[in-house]
């Protein structure tokens, strides 16, 4: 290779330091990690005026390490296995991937597979990602009442105090008689309509329990004629009926 001196001013000397530094401020500021040339490998860009070759290091480093590596190696071919690496362990630290629990496997593959090319489209990776990821969406995702259940939320404390309720006017209605029973199949309805529409019950459900205490008690489904007679009844239970056992032993 040869040599060439220079003899430069002072003055010129000072004015390539200066473009020298700025160069260097400007390209850290874009990248912390690039690595910067000599002061002598800036003046042979000068000289042959490309300043190509001050960065072919730079790029040649960024290519083999680093972020843009680690991103460039997951998305050629780890990507899918690092998704479902959190996916699966983000229940393991009190996370969840839920998806909705109405979906058919028909609409649940082809949610995970939008959302699957969303992803790759975005990061610009392979389009033979695709399937392969949406595969480890769906493997991960869970049902949204089975994660509900799991981290105990407050909607499915509600569905369990709701399905509590119902189970224990459900024995109200069999085993109490007359007026009482015709109570409880009252709060029974109420209970089951309010279940329902929280998702504790589904409509099958309800119907069959509903059936059910029409076989064993078709009584209590016949409306109770309201006149005097029965106001009078009514009001003679209320004085005869003894406290409930809990209340008796608070009065003692």
């Not at 190696?73 to 969840?96: C, H, N, S, W």
């Not at 109570?183 to 119907?207: D, M, N, P, T, Y």
Request: charged residues 25%.
């Amino acid at each position: 290779m040869g040599h060439i001196t220079l003899s430069l001013k002072d003055e010129t000397i000072a004015s390539l330091r200066k473009d020298f530094e700025a160069f260097l401020r400007v390209s850290l500021k874009l990248d912390p990690q690039f690595a910067t040339p000599s002061f002598e490998d800036f003046l042979r860009a000068k000289l042959l005026d490309n300043m190509v070759p001050l960065t072919e290091h730079a790029v040649q480093r960024m290519l083999q390490g680093g972020q843009y590596a680690w991103a460039k190696r997951t998305l050629d071919k780890e990507f899918p296995d690092v998704v479902a690496i959190l996916m699966r362990q983000a229940t393991e630290f009190g996370f969840g991937f839920a998806a909705r629990s109405e979906w058919t496997p028909e609409e649940l593959a082809k949610q995970c597979r939008d959302w699957a090319t969303a992803i790759v489209s975005e990061a610009q990776g392979d389009p033979t990602l695709v399937d392969p990821l949406a595969a480890q969406i769906k493997s991960a995702a869970q049902d949204i009442q089975t994660l509900e259940e799991t981290m105990q939320t407050p909607a499915w404390r509600l569905a369990e105090s709701l399905r509590q309720r119902v189970y224990e006017a459900k024995i109200g209605c069999e085993t109490s008689v007359g007026s009482m029973a015709r109570e409880k199949l009252g709060e029974l309805r109420g209970l089951l309509r309010l279940g329902i529409s929280h998702g504790s019950f589904q409509k099958q459900e309800a119907q069959q329990i509903m059936e059910y205490l029409r076989l064993l008690k078709p009584d209590i489904f016949v409306e109770e004629p309201y006149d005097m007679f029965t106001r009078l009844a009514a009001w003679l239970r209320s004085i005869f009926t003894p406290p409930p056992r809990t209340q008796q032993r608070q009065s003692r």
